[in-house]
């Protein structure tokens, strides 16, 4: 049988979170990047079309996508983070089945989805394809918003969801760090996620060559459209 296929781009927050659980666990993967931008249109014009093969795989067209060694095919980060370490972990720490645990951790996996990202969404919406030369208010407060609830989540514990490290806490730090570079988690308005930041970059396996990499990518390209949005105003 095959390795297991991941489907990438190392400037996607859900991605990298994929390939540090994978770590984590001890899990080799088949990684397959993906030079396509996942927060626009595809560009036809430019043969910026995905592949046959992808769309079959993904027809949401967004990365990460697993493909098990058998084939089935896995979709949205989440998702592929609880399958991995159900399927793949020598333990169930990341992920555990005492149901009460498993609730407060999907529950942060669904903030990291339905709140934090989506002020990810937000900034490139408005300062790639937007057109606007700097944070937007709304950014701004959907931002601070997103870290006073992780700063409240962090009050009782080491971790997002107790204390224990959990998929959860993955799935979260990447895209903190991801908006730390745009817009910083103040010491000392939000000192619990600051300590918590530290603690996953030494926890995390090839932190810097994976995950701040990928998110430094994606901040140069926020902030050179915001320069060059800058400039087609004056």
């Not at 993955?170 to 603690?199: A, C, F, N």
Request: with cysteine; glycine share 4%; net charge neutral.
């Amino acid at each position: 049988m095959s390795k297991p296929t991941l489907y990438y781009a190392l400037f996607s927050p859900p991605a990298r979170a994929c390939i540090l659980v994978a770590k984590l666990i001890g899990l080799d993967l088949d990684l397959k990047f993906c030079s396509f931008r996942i927060f626009r249109p595809v560009d036809f014009a430019k043969k910026e079309h995905l592949s046959e093969e992808f769309v079959k795989l993904n027809p949401q067209h967004q990365v990460p996508v697993f493909v098990d060694s058998d084939g089935e095919v896995y979709v949205d980060s989440h998702a592929i983070l609880s399958f991995l370490v159900a399927k793949y972990s020598g333990n169930d720490q990341l992920y555990p089945r005492d149901l009460k645990r498993r609730a407060h951790i999907d529950h942060r996996m669904h903030y990291e989805n339905g709140v934090l990202f989506q002020v990810v969404k937000d900034i490139v919406a408005r300062n790639i394809y937007g057109g606007e030369g700097e944070f937007n208010p709304r950014s701004l407060t959907l931002c601070h918003n997103a870290y006073s609830d992780l700063e409240h989540f962090l009050e009782k514990g080491s971790f997002v969801a107790g204390n224990e490290l959990s998929v959860a806490d993955v799935s979260i730090h990447t895209t903190v760090v991801t908006l730390d570079l745009l817009i910083p988690v103040d010491r000392e308005k939000y000192p619990q996620t600051r300590g918590w930041m530290e603690r996953m970059d030494k926890l995390l396996p090839d932190n810097e060559e994976i995950n701040l990499k990928g998110a430094r990518a994606l901040q140069t390209r926020i902030l050179n459209c915001m320069a060059e949005n800058k400039l087609k105003s004056q």
